[in-house]
């Protein structure tokens, strides 16, 4: 059993560009959460998407940030028009439906984005 | 919402050597997650542990949720066990994890 795949590893992306990160879950799993780490810094939590729908926003950026996961294919965290502060590794995390309180949630490899 | 404080924020010792990080946190938890960030930056899912004591290999946890803190042990410290270490709890009532700001290991062979 694969466990959440991330992809691109690493992104680099000129100031303006736009910015797209996929995730895969777990098999099984219909539950999907976005978490950011600054550099030098813990992760904080983004967003927090079941099989299109978004439940959670609440760490999400204003603009320029989007998420979506449909109801076929990976999720995708999407930015547009990034800026230097934009940098960072964005990491996903899947659990299964009926998850209660974080104990069985399972992270990827992070995606590691750049902006020159 | 919970806060999650995490000491020391670096500890660098001689390999062989033991060590203890803590993770305290501001509100009743019904879990309590550590992880570690390796130097290439993987997040690996070291326990789960509400509350109680858990161990696996050289590595083990306590959890007094009654106190709001949680203990990691590290024994007979290897070269590989450098990274970040992070302790996170979940918001109650909902799935979104609170990370602590980490504590930075270096073991020096």
């Known amino acids: 059993n694969a466990g959440v795949m991330q992809n691109p590893r690493h992104l680099v992306r000129r100031r303006g560009q736009e910015a797209r990160l996929r995730c895969s879950p777990m098999k099984g799993h219909s539950h999907v959460y976005w978490y950011r780490q600054l550099p030098e810094e813990g992760l904080k939590f983004m967003v927090y998407?079941?099989?299109?729908?978004?439940?959670?926003e609440s760490g999400m950026p204003k603009e320029r940030f989007s998420a979506e996961f449909p109801k076929e294919g990976p999720s995708i965290l999407r930015i547009q028009q990034v800026v230097r502060g934009d940098s960072a590794a964005y990491f996903c995390a899947s659990s299964p439906p009926g998850t209660v309180s974080g104990n069985t949630i399972y992270f990827g490899e992070g995606s590691w984005l750049t902006v020159v | 919402g919970i806060q999650v404080e995490q000491s020391p924020p670096d500890l660098i010792l001689q390999e062989g050597a033991n060590s203890t990080l803590r993770c305290n946190f501001s509100?009743?938890?019904?879990?309590l997650q550590w992880f570690h960030q390796n130097p290439w930056g993987q997040l690996i899912n070291l326990f789960y542990?509400?509350?109680g004591t858990k161990q696996n290999g050289r590595l083990s946890a306590t959890t007094v949720a009654t106190e709001r803190y949680s203990l990691l042990y590290i024994s007979s410290s290897q070269t590989t066990d450098s990274g970040v270490y992070f302790c996170a709890v979940p918001n109650f009532g909902n799935e979104k994890l609170t990370f602590g700001t980490g504590t930075r290991l270096t073991i020096i062979p």
């Open positions: 542990i509400p509350s």
């Open positions: 509100d009743s938890v019904n879990n």
């Open positions: 998407l079941q099989k299109e729908n978004i439940i959670d």
